[in-house]
């Protein structure tokens, strides 16, 4: 299970992130904008001051049927966990930003905002009826731009930030636990984020500092300095690269015992000091029956002296729009796959995600398989068909077989350590002896109420692989789950 995966990343929080897409993505975007002259969150716009206040707030019912397969019954059959739950989770974030004229192309500008969340009854990590309120953003900029195209920005406070498409830096706050709307998942600011960007012509390179917003029952104290330098051309279009350094942390890593015979050793702080490098990139280069055709690719590697650590991941999509096809369906295919520690080797290969961007539709693997796996010693093939019959309305069909990189090897942090003969020698062991995990599948229904308010619905059910089986010795049921939830945003 995943009650804490030590990255401050709670995966499987759909509902923000796609009303986002929505709002950006869509026709209504549009309405939003041409609405824009007449916004009545709009407080003063006179004199080179602007003062507009925001208002976002989420609402979302869940239900889960033999969460996560049922591993209770086989690892903790008295702790009375209960596979089966309801629960309901909701936020609010009111907040309010300036932008100040200063003269000579300077423009100060500023944001702040909290967040009320809470959850009532339990939820699937056995946590319910909690609730914060914390600080969610709280930064001052200072931007300018010349004549001749170059610009500037830098700004300091906590606020949100993502490098990339979001594989290792995106969501800097965790929700869940003590904060509550665990799959709402409204907490995305980083507690402190230090960003100095310029750009010209489409070229942006950008400076961070950033420090993860995590619950204080599992703060890691993370800081992370590194840069990001990327090129975008036409919509859709940008290839870039973000090199970064972990500063601090007390975060643990696993690693495999010899020859993953035996319980994995637990490296404390092992974070510290980890190096990466992530390039990304996506295009749509070719023209006529194909200009539809879309490709992109990731790829990062890690690494550190103490401890001896190398490791990397990689994801390659490629989809296709039917642009002239009623309900213009889009279909994508992607393969990722994070690499894990071999347990013949005394280096460490287990790759950290850090705080990847965790929604079905950026990082996530599987649906409800990303409530168990973080980004690491797994892969997937993910197969995602999306129609819209209306403007309105969205439907997604998602599929991902899912499966482990290294036997005998921490999926997570150890879970799963029990006893198994293998040649005839009782032996304790973690991870799996089967390399497939599990097959997803999930079916989400959007619709947008009015440009401001946001319906989604779905289903999803997860069906064990042998991976699975030989954990729990038994066939392990289906692991089914719906919800239906309603995000505003002003």
């Known amino acids: 299970m995943k009650p804490s995966d030590g990255h401050g990343t ?61 591993f209770a019954e086989t690892f903790a059959p008295t702790a009375r966990f209960q596979s089966d739950t309801a629960w309901l989770e909701a936020y609010v974030k009111p907040g309010i930003s300036f932008t100040r004229e200063a003269g000579n192309g300077l423009t100060v500008y500023g944001k702040g905002s909290v967040v009320l969340s809470g959850t009532l009854g339990k939820d699937a990590f056995d946590t319910g009826d909690t609730g914060r309120l914390t600080l969610e953003e709280g930064y001052l900029g200072l931007r300018a731009g010349s004549n001749d195209g170059w610009s500037f920005d830098i ?7 993502k490098a990339g498409t979001g594989m290792l830096l995106a969501n800097g706050g965790s929700s869940g636990f003590s904060r509550g709307a665990l799959k709402l998942g409204p907490h995305k600011a980083w507690e402190m984020a230090g960003l100095a960007k310029i750009d010209k012509n489409g070229f942006t390179a950008t400076a961070f500092f950033l420090n993860a ?47 993953g015979i035996g319980v994995p050793s637990i490296l404390p702080g092992a974070r510290n000091g980890l190096n ?27 690494w550190n002296n103490t401890p001896d650590l190398s490791a990397w991941a990689g994801r390659a999509q490629i989809g296709y729009t039917f642009a002239d096809s009623p309900w213009k369906p889009t279909l994508t295919y992607s393969y990722q796959t994070f690499s894990g520690d071999d347990p013949d080797t005394t280096k460490l290969e287990r790759f950290d995600p850090l705080y990847y961007e965790g929604s079905p539709s950026s990082w996530s693997t599987g649906s409800k398989s990303s409530m168990v796996f973080i980004n690491s010693n797994i892969n997937a093939h993910q197969i995602a068909l999306a129609v819209g019959p209306t403007q309105k309305d969205t439907i997604t069909l998602r599929a991902a077989r899912i499966s482990a990189n290294k036997l005998l090897s921490p999926i997570q942090f150890g ?45 999803s059910v997860s069906k064990p692989g042998r991976g699975i089986d030989t954990i729990t010795a038994n066939k392990s049921p289906l692991w089914t789950g719906a919800f239906v939830n309603v995000v505003v945003n002003f």
């Open 415 to 459: 879970q799963a350590t029990r006893v198994e003969v293998i040649d005839g020698i009782v032996n304790p062991i973690a991870g799996v002896t089967r390399h497939h995990l599990s097959d997803d599948f999930f079916i989400e229904y959007n619709r947008i109420i009015n440009p401001n308010t946001y319906l989604t619905a779905g289903f």
């Open 10 to 70: 709670i995966t499987g929080r759909p509902a923000v992130t796609l009303f986002i897409a929505f709002a950006l993505f869509t026709p209504y975007a549009a309405l939003a904008e041409d609405a824009g002259a007449r916004d009545p969150m709009v407080l003063r716009d006179s004199d080179g001051l602007a003062i507009r206040a925001h208002l976002q707030a989420g609402l979302n019912l869940v239900g889960e049927r033999n969460l996560f397969w049922n």
């Open 155 to 161: 700004s300091a406070g906590p606020r949100e930030y």
């Open 276 to 302: 990466f490098v992530n390039f990304y990139g996506r295009g749509n280069p070719l023209g006529g029956a194909l200009k539809n055709l879309f490709f992109a690719i990731d790829y990062a590697y890690e």
């Open 213 to 259: 917003n995590e619950s204080d029952n599992n703060d890691s104290n993370t800081r992370i300095v590194g840069g990001d330098v990327r090129y975008d051309g036409q919509p859709g279009r940008f290839v870039g690269v973000t090199m970064g350094a972990v500063l601090t942390s007390n975060a643990p890593y696993p690693q495999a015992a010899p020859g």
